[in-house]
């Protein structure tokens, strides 16, 4: 899978903002810092998605789908930083 399109790179960039302002939690960054961050962090897993697949021993591995071990890294990142709970 590729990056995110530009416009599915600003669906997450308008949700993640409309998430925030949800929960009255203020950012220090502007709306343009916020999306190049968007951008890097989709950059970012895509530069790095072999060696998340290669961090996950067998067999799950290989029994799970993409979208299931996507879903796994955000239940883990979640969880590590307490985001939304």
């Known amino acids: 899978m590729a990056v ?7 669906k997450v960039w308008s ?5 925030l302002s949800a929960r ?3 950012i220090a960054v502007n709306k343009a810092d916020l999306r190049a961050a968007i951008n890097a962090v989709d950059q970012w897993v895509e ?4 060696t998340f697949n290669l961090a996950i021993p067998l ?3 290989t029994a799970l789908t ?9 239940y883990v ?9």
């Open 59 to 61: 067999p799950a591995r």
């Open 47 to 50: 530069d790095n998605k072999v």
């Open 15 to 19: 949700q993640l903002m409309s998430d």
């Open 4 to 10: 995110l399109s530009d416009s599915e790179r600003a």
């Open 66 to 74: 993409a979208a299931q071990k996507a879903e796994l890294l955000v």
């Open 24 to 26: 009255r939690e203020g």
């Open 77 to 85: 990142a979640r969880r590590r930083f307490q985001v939304g709970s």
